[in-house]
């Protein structure tokens, strides 16, 4: 008796362990609210940086960052197993409330961000639409 009530506990805590690594090495899709929590009124302006540039464009106008904030809501950002760093990168976005840097965001190609120094990668390409917000601020 008192040997299966220890081979019980021995099964257990291995299913236990077995799970606990497969919750914890599995990618799940988090949205920018979850990097961003506060309200998206108190975002003031937001910053896009042409990576092949350097030119820095400013987002102020409030309609153009709710578009801007609502296109990044849209997005399902899966953390890469691969966390390799890279070279080079093709727009870097910020998020102020006021004067204060309050998110960063780095695009590298395509559909891959450096949040935080963790590589997610997007459900969509968003190079071409960040290209065209940049191209269209006033």
Do not use: H
């Not at 040997?3 to 099964?11: N, T, V």
């Amino acid at each position: 008796m008192k040997k299966l009530i220890i081979f019980s506990i021995i099964i257990i805590c291995t299913v236990l362990g077995i799970l606990k690594y497969n919750v914890a090495t599995t990618p799940c899709n988090i949205n920018f609210e979850e990097f961003y929590p506060n309200d998206i009124s108190r975002i003031s302006k937001i910053e896009i940086c042409d990576g092949s540039t350097g030119e820095d464009r400013y987002i102020t106008n409030r309609a153009e960052i709710y578009d801007f904030v609502d296109f990044f809501k849209q997005l399902k950002f899966g953390k890469m197993k691969e966390q390799n760093d890279s070279v080079g990168w093709s727009f870097s976005i910020t998020f102020f409330e006021k004067d204060k840097e309050i998110f960063k965001s780095v695009l590298i190609g395509k559909k891959i961000f450096s949040i935080n120094r963790i590589r997610y990668e997007v459900n969509v390409s968003v190079y071409e639409r960040i290209e065209c917000f940049y191209n269209n601020i006033r």
